[in-house]
């Protein structure tokens, strides 16, 4: 026994041991071990037996055909764990590990990824409620007590809808924000709901339906971060058939151009989402304008004439500007000369008058409107002034009737103006429900310094394969049902921090392991002469596309007298769990011959080729356990495609890039530097002191280009944004670099986690 272990007579699995060492308790006593034995010993622990891939694949698709219409009907509730049990039980011998690999494929073809139906469906209903008892019902002894823990564990328990603590429209009565007021402005509080009319004309204009927004700034290209916030606006109305709008959020003409645009409504319609309309913040630039005329005549808004950096100051000292109390007609003439174009840049705006001297930042009298002498990509030369990001956002809001306005954590503190100012102008509130922004480690998200990454050429546009722009994702390879599924994984919180970026891997991986139809390539190639083949030598093997059951489709491989496999996949001496050829060493060719080297061709310390000797693998051969992948050649004589790789690393050697300082999302209080009353000046300001330090961490090696590499045939045909994956190599997609001489093709991601992830 001990023999047939050492020398691997018996596999060291559970069943074949299990198998050897019940036979010994069964047939071996104080006899001698007879030849019988021995042959009865083989046969119960499955000495040489062998069980192909194709038999488990086979095997495990004809027992989900036996129940496939039960797996359609439940889902992922059907008991899996006992179909499993019963394939397990037909293929004792086969690797247990295979054969899961192999269920769950099949099972993940048939039926897709899990859903949030199919999550919520696996999860254990709540227990009925017991009746009450009678002690319970008088309110004393320890019924009473139990029945409060019940109903105090009931109200703790986290519902599956990540919507569903949110008020229903029809209950949009609540207090929003209590507004408490410095001694310097009388004092006193503003209580902020929406009154009766102002619910019920909500209520009729959009029929009682959930209506949710997403508001992009035409001003680059949407990174990961936006992915995340079209899944929770787009989201949360797919879940509650409701709308979702995409308003383009155009208040600055100096920063938006068409492209953006036109990119961002391509993204959104390649993330799978379909706005219910889409606006722009400029469509109502009249409106707001008028607004701000109301504004001012309730005493509410004045025209200042300080500069930037003297609001700045005076902000943070909490001081009143000079023009504060300035006669409302005057601010009214002012504000119209702005309007005709009589008023210099940068010499006067309009200011909202709040409470300079209140504990919360955002009510320190934020800009209104700005004097900008700069054509409007939509709105054209029709305007000289532009509303401000903190007068624009919430008044749209109103004006488009969105009952739910969801956004990052960072806009929290911005509530009070928020709410403040649609009660001054007697509009209707939407509530506001903030979640956590999405960061990700080894790269950056800020729209500047992704900005400056693409200005200053240290990556080669918006859409580089190294960015975590959806642009450059799509670039990649990776999919938006990829990234879709690592939104509904990572949820919807409100807690901070960042996410290792292996999680987004790992869900690409996932969709691409089912999408991606295999071929084979090799990126460091080296010759290999079967040496007992005719020159001519020329079949066509059969390679699966899918390698699921159920999926049979196949793509045709040459095989020639002369092949191409990795260089890493030869070595001049043979090593213990080395599966790769060696001298005298026999490996597979993947769907098609068994070689043995024999013969190294050099010149000098260079390996030019290789020769070995081929066969065909009998039917009742156990084949060699080294596998490789190869490419052989289009006709004999005839080189294969050839290709250039792409290989991404990390963009950063450092996990948070120029950054020791917590994001507001992430427990600093945004206020304390909320000096121009806009997130995005902000932002501005802390990476103005941070410098470009963050540059000094990208990683040189982030890109290897490798040429010369080689593919099947029928990758030729390819087109850009084809995507494959290479066996054994990793997942590629066709880079629109591609011409008709020069296929390039980017690596999206490997097969396998990588260790240091």
Known sequence: MLDFIMTGKIQKSTPNLEGAFKYLKQHVGNEPFSPDLVQGLEAAAGVGVVVTPQQIDATVERHISQVKSQLQEQRYAF?????????????????????????????????????????????????????????????????????AMQALQEEATPSHDVYGHLPKPEENDKVHKVVTFSPEAGGGEMRIANTPAQLQAHLKATGGKVVTRFPPEPNGYLHIGHAKAMFVSFGMAEQLNGDCILRFDDTNPEAEKQEY??????????MGWTPSKVTYSSDYFQQL??????????????????????????????????????????????????????????????????????????????????????????????????????????????????????????????????????????????????????????????????????????VQ????????????????????????????????????????????????????HLTSPRSLAVLHPLRVVITNLAEDHFEMMDAKVFPFPGRDATYQVPFTRVVYIEQDDFREKDQKKYFGLAPGKSVLLRYAYVITCTNVVKEGDTILEVHAEGRK??????????????????????????????????????????????????????????????????????????????????????????????ANIHLAKAKAGDRFQFERQGFFCVDSDSTNGKLVCNRTCTLNESKDK
């Open 289 to 458: 304008y008028e607004l701000s005329i109301q504004l001012i005549k309730g005493g509410h808004a004045y025209v200042d004439h300080q500069t930037a950096d003297q609001i700045k100051i005076s902000r943070k000292n909490r001081e009143a500007s000079p023009w504060r109390d300035r006669p409302v007609g005057e601010s009214l003439a002012l504000f119209e000369d702005m309007r005709r174009g009589l008023v210099d840049e940068g010499k006067a705006t309009l200011r909202m008058r709040g409470d300079y001297k209140n504990d919360v930042a955002v009510m320190w009298d934020l800009i209104a409107y700005r004097v900008k002498f700069a054509r409007h990509p939509h709105a054209g030369d029709t305007w000289c002034i532009y509303p401000s990001y903190d007068y624009t956002h919430c008044l749209v809001d109103a004006l488009e009737n969105i009952t739910h306005s969801l956004c990052t954590l960072e806009f929290e503190t911005r509530r009070a103006s928020y709410y403040w100012l649609l009660e001054v102008l007697q509009q209707y509130k939407p509530v506001v429900w903030e979640y956590a922004r999405l960061n990700l480690t080894y790269n950056v998200l800020s729209k500047r310094k992704l900005n400056k990454l693409v200005t200053q050429g240290f």
């Open 79 to 147: 008991p899996t764990v006992q179909l499993f049990r019963e394939i397990r039980e037909e293929l004792i011998w086969a690797d247990g590990g295979a054969v899961k690999k192999a269920t769950d494929a099949a099972l993940l073809s048939l039926l897709g990824p899990k859903t949030d139906a199919d999550l919520q469906a696996g999860k254990k209903k709540p227990a009925k409620k017991a009746a009450p008892t009678a002690a319970a019902e008088k309110g004393s002894g320890s019924g009473a007590a139990a029945a």
């Open 617 to 710: 693998v009998k039917d009742d051969e156990k084949p060699p356990k080294g596998v490789l992948h190869w490419v052989g050649q289009p006709q004999p004589g005839q080189e294969p495609c050839r290709f250039e790789a792409r290989l991404y690393d990390r963009l950063f050697t450092t996990q948070t890039p120029g950054s020791k300082k917590k994001k507001p999302d992430e427990g600093e209080d945004a206020s304390a530097n909320a000096a121009q009353g806009e997130v995005e000046e902000e932002e501005e300001e802390e990476e103005e002191k941070a410098g470009d330090m963050w540059l000094n961490e990208l990683n040189p090696n982030s890109r290897t280009i490798i040429t010369g590499c080689m």
């Open 261 to 270: 645009i036109d990119h961002i409504q391509d993204i959104v319609s390649w």
């Open 461 to 512: 546009g918006w859409d580089d394969p190294r960015l975590l722009t959806l642009a450059g994702l799509r670039r990649r390879g990776v999919t938006s049902v990829g990234i879709n599924n690592f939104c509904r994984e990572i949820g919807i919180t409100r807690t901070g921090g960042e996410l290792p970026l292996h999680i987004l891997d790992f869900h690409v991986r996932g969709d691409l």
